[in-house]
């Protein structure tokens, strides 16, 4: 630049918040942006499909989903978002079934992270949340048996057909003390 108070602007705010991207990356996130709202827009209307699939699923005790009616925080969510965002957890009333859940998905990644256009799904107690102490977590009403979505663009008939083979693969049960496959 040959404004030098620019330069020096330009400078401090990119020692304070790290190097600034190279012309191809800047190209990149000028490209995401312009599509963001209709990924996020169909990741969406996605979660809402998952949210009610799992709603009527038997092996589910419980959905969380920002915009549902019985979420005890859902006036205040809307009066900051215009919708539920793309993250939705349930319980299952069975630690060793939420894990297989996870494990037995195929199209959802095994990942704490957020945010992109693949769904992704996490036991939160045995990943990003393990290093709280179980007896933190209950006190706080953090179950131990919660999934955790970020639903992602795909088809959301796949998605719902992953969690039913996922779901469906879990036959194991318990009779008088041994466990039948």
């Not at 048996?145 to 795909?154: K, S």
């Amino acid at each position: 630049v040959d404004d030098e108070a620019l330069f020096k602007r330009l400078y401090f705010v990119q020692n304070a918040e790290g190097t600034g991207l190279a012309p191809f990356d800047c190209f990149l996130a000028l490209r995401g942006l312009k599509t963001m709202a209709l990924r996020v827009d169909r990741a969406q209307q996605n979660a809402i499909a998952i949210a009610s699939y799992l709603r009527q699923h038997k092996l589910v005790t419980k959905v969380y989903y920002a915009t549902s009616d019985d979420h005890p925080d859902r006036e205040l969510h809307l009066s900051q978002a215009t919708g539920g965002g793309c993250v939705v957890c349930f319980t299952t009333g069975d630690t060793e079934l939420s894990k297989h859940v996870v494990s037995a998905t195929k199209l959802f990644s095994i990942t704490v992270s957020f945010g992109s256009v693949h769904s992704l799904i996490s036991c939160p107690c045995d990943m990003s949340h393990a290093s709280i102490p179980a007896e933190v977590r209950a006190s706080r009403d953090f179950p131990e048996d919660i999934v955790r979505v970020c639903v992602g663009v795909e088809d959301p008939r796949d998605l719902v057909a992953d969690f039913e083979q996922a779901f469906a693969s879990y036959r194991s049960f318990s009779l008088g003390g041994m466990k039948i496959t």
